[in-house]
């Protein structure tokens, strides 16, 4: 693994040299991780002029991934300050004449101590180049993120087969992410969504003390953080009784939506296209007004990162880029219905479209 993150920094360097600049400083998270092999809380990343460093003000634990033998690790100080401003000085130390940083991340204070320490330095921006590089994955991140699925599905499996009725939101969803962990999970990739009766259907809903009632849509969104790579998950299910015929009509009408959008992944769709096929089918039943800004989005070392599948998105999809795509209906006072899922786009040649998230879509009643 560790050529390839070497591999990733010297396309970072290429394109700082084709602009000009003689080094950069990383400090997104996600991007250090990406070109470093782990991210300690605060860490940043300088490539060049010299050499790579990965400075952080603590060291790196288990979770914070394993940095690249081929990197100088500093630890600093405590007294020693911001990461960013001493990577800063180091670069200048080192004969740097010009610096790309990330201006989209660092705050407007932490980008005028960087430019005291090295006052005759020119600051350029590095813009989103990195988040761009991560955009298609490779296989090793795929697996990862194919791991991530499979707790996410093993976690939500258990919980399905247990006693629902009389259990709060919240409960629920503090249970389902220790099964997360149980299952080799970092931890969940971002706070797990339980919603039931009337609040069943909203996108990111906070889990409340409302307990599960005899005939309630229940709405689950998790995921897990599987090495740093994030997958997401959500489905919808009725409780105790054979579901309504408005919630049958419901879910049925969802289920195509989703299925509209799965199946326009393919290399070369325009993102915007992929929400057009699902969002068309719920905005002809009349749920257009209530739905969501994006039909999906990218994962990886974030759980929301680009592409963004939505209406005014720029840009086209490429393989081995994974996605989710998530349409749902609420309706106040009623409920809804989200179902969710992680795949990674392939060409036709390798099978289409390949779903991570695998526990079933039926209309279950628990």
């Known amino acids: 693994m560790g050529e390839v993150f070497g591999v990733r920094r010297g396309r970072l360097r290429e394109q700082c040299a084709a602009n000009g600049s003689a080094a950069a400083l ?14 300690p809380p605060d860490a940043v990343l300088l490539l060049g002029p010299g050499e790579d460093v990965l400075l952080c003000p603590y060291p790196a634990a288990p979770a914070d991934g394993r940095p690249d033998d081929a990197l100088r690790v500093t630890v600093l100080p405590g007294s020693a300050g911001d990461p960013a401003v001493a990577a800063a000085e180091l670069a200048r130390t080192a004969g740097a004449d010009s610096i790309a940083v990330e201006e989209h991340h660092l705050t407007v204070s932490r980008h005028r101590a960087v430019r005291s320490v090295a006052p005759r330095v020119r600051l350029t921006d590095l813009g989103h180049s990195v988040e ?11 697996a990862c993120l194919r791991i991530a699925a499979e707790i996410t599905d093993q976690a939500l499996g258990e919980l399905l087969e247990s006693i629902l009725v009389g259990r709060t939101e919240r409960h629920l969803a503090l249970e389902l992410e220790r099964r997360l962990v149980d299952h080799g999970a970092d931890g969940p990739a971002f ?9 069943s259907g909203r996108a990111a809903h906070r889990p409340s003390d409302r307990r599960v009632e005899e005939g309630d849509f229940l709405t689950v969104c998790l995921g897990a953080d599987y090495r740093g790579y994030r997958c997401e998950i ?21 289920f195509a939506a989703q299925r509209a959008g799965r199946e326009a992944l393919v290399p070369g769709a325009a993102c915007r296209d992929v929400d057009r096929a699902a969002r068309q089918i719920l905005d002809a039943a009349g749920h257009g007004d209530g739905l969501s800004a994006a039909t999906g989005h990218g994962v990886g070392l974030e759980i929301d990162e680009d592409p963004q599948l939505t209406p005014v998105a720029m840009g086209k999809l490429d393989a ?12 106040p006072g009623r409920g809804g219905v989200r179902i969710d899922d992680t795949l990674v786009v392939r060409q036709e040649a390798d099978g289409g479209p390949e779903l991570l998230t695998i526990t079933t879509k039926e209309l279950l009643a628990l």
């Open 320 to 331: 081995c880029v994974p996605v989710t795509v998530e349409p749902g209906v609420h309706l």
């Open 191 to 199: 706070p797990t969504s339980v919603a039931t009766g009337p609040n």
């Open 132 to 142: 761009q590089l991560r955009l298609v994955k490779d296989e090793e991140e795929i």
């Open 26 to 39: 990383v400090s997104r998270p996600a991007n250090v991780r990406y070109l470093a092999g782990a991210a």
């Open 234 to 254: 959500g489905r919808t299910f009725v409780i105790g009784t054979t579901p309504a015929d408005w919630q049958i009509e419901l879910y049925d009408l969802v």
